[in-house]
Nanobody, 125 residues
Framework: QVQLVESGGGLVQAGGSLTLSCAASGRTFTAYTMGWFRQAAGKERELVAGITSSGGRTYYADSVKGRFTISRDNAKNTVNLQMNSLKSEDTADYYC??????????????????WGQGTQVTVAL
C-alpha cells in the first residue's frame, strides 16, 4: 500500500495555471503507475492523466491534451500535474491514485488501489 497526499488545488481564473502535487509514502513508489483523476459534481470520476512507473509512457484525456502535463520524480516520490489554459469545465475534485499495473496506464478507476484524499480545483470565468 502507498499513502498519497495531494496539494496545490485552489481557485483560479479561466486561462490561468495551477500545479497539483502528490506526495507518496509507503511501498516502493517506482512500482506504481500514477494517475490523476477528477470528479466534477454529478459526473463520474475520470482519468485525466497518467504516467507509468519509469515515466516512459503517459496518457492524457482528450479534453486536456496540450494543456496538462504529468510528471514524476521517483527520487522524491512525487507526481505533479501542471495545468495550463484552465477552463471552467476543469472545475472538479482532483485525486492522485496508484496502480500496480506499472507497465501501462490503466484508464479505469478500479485498476487503481490507492487514492489520495483529493484537492479541489475551481476555475472561475
Amino acid at each position: 500500500q502507498v499513502q498519497l497526499v495531494e496539494s496545490g488545488g485552489g481557485l483560479v481564473q479561466a486561462g490561468g495555471s495551477l500545479t497539483l502535487s502528490c506526495a507518496a509514502s509507503g511501498r516502493t513508489f517506482t512500482a506504481y503507475t500514477m494517475g490523476w483523476f477528477r470528479q466534477a459534481a454529478g459526473k463520474e470520476r475520470e482519468l485525466v492523466a497518467g504516467i507509468t512507473s519509469s515515466g516512459g509512457r503517459t496518457y492524457y484525456a482528450d479534453s486536456v491534451k496540450g494543456r496538462f502535463t504529468i510528471s514524476r520524480d521517483n527520487a522524491k516520490n512525487t507526481v505533479n500535474l501542471q495545468m495550463n489554459s484552465l477552463k471552467s469545465e476543469d472545475t472538479a475534485d482532483y485525486y492522485c491514485a496508484a496502480s500496480r499495473r506499472n507497465w501501462y496506464v490503466p484508464q479505469a478507476a478500479f485498476e487503481y488501489t490507492d487514492w489520495g484524499q483529493g484537492t479541489q480545483v475551481t476555475v472561475a470565468l
